[in-house]
């Protein structure tokens, strides 16, 4: 079983936990970012790490491939975004069931699976983590069988080193932060529209990597992003794929079909050292 003494801080958790699509609302349109889409600049971003981050482990490509596929499992379902009739607009932050969340948990932790042990590690404990706390019936089994799914990974795995994961997954952590970071924030943003959890910058807690744990961040225009400390051994050009759904589109076709028929969409920014 893998030692949890270390995690991210549980802010951090739930909010990544309570993603389906993320989704920043204007006031004629909603921008859409696909779960496949954040996955592949977390992948980008850890591609470019400095290679000093990776020295302690002998399963570097199966981080990144973690990094790239973790949320593999909401592919199908991004495709046809569900409308919260509720708040009335798709669903996204906190308002995504749980039980369905679990079903697209596990069917991404397989797909992983099928092609790297080690990154289906990665992932099973990523989401394990979501649903730690939760008291529902439905997460407690999935905590469980996933629990159970580790002890077997594991067990096939000659060289595995539990230190090594924890100093793994945090390089998971951070790259998913920072791809939150650029998904859920207008390029350009102002220090004080950053989403709270931003506000005091980017800190991974009880950091098992080499890692430095905190980092101030932030827009220096509307293509760039300024951090420091900054990992990566040169600047790193990130381009996120979106979709902006017009509001009336919503109301003439329905979400699924407005989704269906947008074009995608693209910008390109550039992480660089800070001041």
Same mark, same amino acid.
């Given at each position: 079983?893998?030692?949890?003494?270390?995690?991210?801080?549980?802010?951090?958790?739930?909010?990544?936990?309570?993603?389906?699509?993320?989704?920043?609302?204007?006031?004629?349109?909603?921008?859409?970012?696909?779960?496949?889409?954040?996955?592949? =600049?977390?992948?980008?971003? %850890?591609?470019?790490?400095? @290679?000093?981050?990776? #020295?302690? *482990?002998?399963? /570097?490509?199966?981080? !990144?491939?973690?990094?790239?596929?973790?949320?593999?499992?909401?592919?199908?379902?991004?495709?046809?975004?569900?409308?919260?009739?509720?708040?009335?607009?798709?669903?996204?932050?906190?308002?995504?069931?749980?039980?369905?969340?679990?079903?697209?948990?596990?069917?991404?932790?397989?797909?992983?699976?099928?092609?790297?042990?080690?990154?289906?590690?990665?992932?099973?404990?990523?989401?394990?983590?979501? =649903?730690?706390?939760?008291? %529902?019936?439905?997460?407690? @089994?999935?905590?469980? #069988?996933? *629990?159970?799914? /580790?002890?077997?990974? !594991?067990?096939?795995?000659?060289?595995?080193?539990?230190?090594?994961?924890?100093?793994?997954?945090?390089?998971?952590?951070?790259?998913?932060?920072?791809?939150?970071?650029?998904?859920?924030?207008?390029?350009?943003?102002?220090?004080?529209?950053?989403?709270?959890?931003?506000?005091?910058?980017?800190?991974?807690?009880?950091?098992?990597?080499?890692?430095?744990?905190?980092?101030?961040?932030?827009?220096?225009?509307?293509?760039?992003?300024?951090?420091?400390?900054?990992?990566?051994?040169?600047?790193?050009?990130?381009?996120?794929?979106?979709?902006?759904?017009?509001?009336?589109?919503?109301?003439?076709?329905?979400?699924?079909?407005?989704?269906?028929?947008?074009?995608?969409?693209?910008?390109?920014?550039?992480?660089?050292?800070?001041?």
């Amino acid at each position: 079983m893998i030692n949890a003494a270390f995690f991210l801080p549980h802010t951090a958790i739930s909010m990544k936990g309570m993603i389906k699509m993320i989704i920043r609302e204007h006031k004629e349109h909603f921008i859409c970012i696909s779960q496949a889409d954040h996955a592949h =600049l977390s992948g980008e971003i %850890l591609k470019h790490l400095d @290679a000093v981050y990776f #020295e302690h *482990t002998p399963y /570097q490509d199966s981080v !990144i491939y973690a990094a790239y596929q973790h949320d593999i499992g909401w592919d199908m379902f991004d495709r046809q975004p569900f409308w919260n009739d509720k708040i009335n607009q798709p669903y996204s932050f906190t308002d995504f069931p749980v039980i369905p969340k679990i079903v697209l948990y596990t069917h991404g932790i397989n797909k992983v699976q099928e092609n790297d042990s080690y990154a289906a590690l990665l992932c099973s404990e990523h989401y394990k983590r979501f =649903l730690a706390d939760s008291s %529902l019936p439905e997460a407690k @089994a999935f905590v469980h #069988e996933e *629990t159970k799914r /580790q002890e077997r990974l !594991i067990s096939t795995l000659n060289d595995f080193d539990n230190e090594n994961f924890v100093a793994d997954y945090t390089l998971l952590q951070f790259s998913d932060l920072l791809s939150l970071f650029i998904c859920m924030h207008e390029a350009g943003s102002t220090d004080q529209d950053l989403h709270p959890f931003f506000k005091e910058g980017l800190s991974l807690s009880n950091n098992a990597s080499a890692l430095p744990s905190a980092y101030s961040i932030s827009w220096a225009d509307k293509e760039t992003i300024s951090m420091k400390p900054f990992p990566f051994s040169s600047a790193v050009p990130i381009t996120l794929k979106y979709k902006n759904i017009p509001k009336i589109m919503i109301q003439q076709q329905g979400l699924m079909d407005a989704y269906k028929h947008a074009s995608g969409l693209s910008e390109t920014y550039r992480i660089q050292p800070g001041e």
